[in-house]
């Protein structure tokens, strides 16, 4: 078992799987899918792999989508994209934007896959993909049944969608649609963007800017092994939210509804892990919220034991136990962080 995933998975992690291919049309999809299935074989599809963390080698297919293809339609008030799910993310932002189809300026420099990007309804920049998702196309690859779910079947919330449920975790995301209005309204509303207002703004000057601050905050896998934010930004009640600001005062939240929205990274700056080297994982110091493998050479438990000591320091602090965004892949497939990430207190 020698067929490296280091260079598709952003986490830079040296591990084995047992069979890779790399797809361009669904039909070969579905016949590896089945062939592999029906040997008892774990199989599991990825887009670019930088949403997750292999504990160790993988015991089974790993399936490499790039099964391509934009289609556009427009009607008198929208226009509508039809993109099929092995395209990239950010090509795909830049493709609308020189075809002047305005909207997803602030997803700018997400990486992954458009098919994984419903997954967990990715956002930045006040903006997420449930503002423009119209449906998104699933396939059983064993039945070959396809069904079409709209905006609202999907479920879409922070960092979450049905595709996360327990039911859909055995469909494929096979394309999406987008609608986009054609009457372009900027979107300011994230702390960081709004003096941009009144600057005579464009969605070309918004992708700029965007683009620049993330190259600033988020380090280049290349560089850093990373998956982005290791851990989703909590809701907490709002009483025991204004009890944690009496002690911490300067702790920055935003109120949401009937909740306080915290900040992930502020939580773990306070415990101080950016003085922490274990074996070779830190966190970037200038986005405490990301977990790098510095020379990327350490190993997926090694950034999940340094995973679990943020857990547990930030858990016993501020008693808020964070979730993982990111997804746990172990020899035969994705496991539930709970195993790893309990709150003992309960
Ligand atoms: P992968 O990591 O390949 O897969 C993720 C999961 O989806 C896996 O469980 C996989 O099996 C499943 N999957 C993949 N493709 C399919 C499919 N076609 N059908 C069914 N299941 C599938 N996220 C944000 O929301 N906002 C950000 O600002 C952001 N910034 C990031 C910055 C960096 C530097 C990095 C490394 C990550 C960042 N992320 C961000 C996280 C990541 O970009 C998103 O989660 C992205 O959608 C993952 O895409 P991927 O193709 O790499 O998915
Ligand atoms: N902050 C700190 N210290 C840190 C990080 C953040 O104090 O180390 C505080 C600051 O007050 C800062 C605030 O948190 O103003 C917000 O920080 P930032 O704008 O960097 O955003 P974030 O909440 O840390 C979220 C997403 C990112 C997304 C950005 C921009 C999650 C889990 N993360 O990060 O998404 O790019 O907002 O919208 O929601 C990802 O999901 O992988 C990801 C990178």
């Given at each position: 078992?020698?067929?490296s995933?280091?260079i598709?998975?952003?986490f ?15 039909k ?11 040997k008892y074989?774990p ?13 160790n ?12 293809g ?6 008198k ?25 305005y ?5 700018a420099l ?5 098919g ?15 503002d ?17 779910l709209n905006n ?11 595709f996360k449920h327990k039911n859909?975790?055995?469909?494929i995301i ?7 209005p ?24 918004i ?16 560089i850093?092994?990373n ?5 989703k930004?909590?809701y907490?009640?709002?009483?025991k ?8 005062p300067?702790?920055?939240y935003v ?5 306080m929205?915290?900040?992930?990274g502020w ?5 101080n892990f ?10 970037y ?5 990301i ?12 950034i999940l034991n340094?995973a679990?000591?943020?857990y547990?320091?930030?858990?016993n602090?501020?008693?808020i ?5 990111v ?5 035969y497939?994705?496991i539930n962080?709970?195993i ?7």
């Amino acid at each position: 078992m020698n067929n490296s995933l280091k260079i598709l998975n952003t986490f830079n992690l040296k591990v084995n799987v047992y069979k890779i291919f790399l797809i361009k049309d669904l039909k070969k999809l579905c016949q590896l899918w089945e062939k592999y299935k029906k040997k008892y074989y774990p199989c599991l599809i990825l887009g670019e792999g930088s949403n997750v963390l292999f504990l160790n080698d993988f015991y089974g297919l790993v399936i490499i989508n790039r099964i391509k293809g934009i289609y556009i339609r427009e009607s008198k008030k929208y226009w509508n994209l039809h993109v099929n799910s092995g395209e990239n993310w950010h090509k795909l932002v830049k493709f609308t934007i020189k075809k002047k189809i305005y909207g997803l300026e602030n997803l700018a420099l997400i990486p992954g896959c458009v098919g994984s990007a419903p997954i967990q309804n990715i956002g930045a920049y006040g903006s997420s993909i449930k503002d423009f998702c119209q449906y998104v196309d699933i396939i059983d690859p064993v039945s070959k049944k396809i069904k079409r779910l709209n905006n609202k079947d999907c479920q879409f919330k922070y960092r979450n969608s049905v595709f996360k449920h327990k039911n859909y975790k055995k469909y494929i995301i096979i394309s999406i649609g987008l609608f986009l209005p054609k009457k372009w309204i900027p979107n300011l509303k994230y702390h960081c963007l709004k003096h941009l207002k009144n600057h005579n703004i464009t969605p070309q000057k918004i992708f700029n800017y965007i683009c620049n601050i993330r190259k600033k905050k988020i380090p280049h896998p290349k560089i850093y092994g990373n998956a982005g934010s290791f851990f989703k930004n909590p809701y907490i009640s709002l009483q025991k939210g204004f009890k944690l600001l009496q002690i911490f005062p300067n702790m920055p939240y935003v109120l949401k509804n009937n909740y306080m929205k915290l900040s992930a990274g502020w939580l773990i700056n306070q415990c101080n892990f950016s003085k922490f080297l274990y074996k070779g994982v830190t966190v970037y110091s200038k986005q405490s919220l990301i977990i790098v493998n510095k020379f990327n050479n350490s190993s997926g438990m090694d950034i999940l034991n340094f995973a679990i000591k943020i857990y547990n320091t930030v858990g016993n602090k501020f008693d808020i136990w964070l979730e993982p965004e990111v997804r746990i892949i172990d020899n035969y497939g994705e496991i539930n962080p709970l195993i790893y990430f309990k709150n003992n207190n309960n």
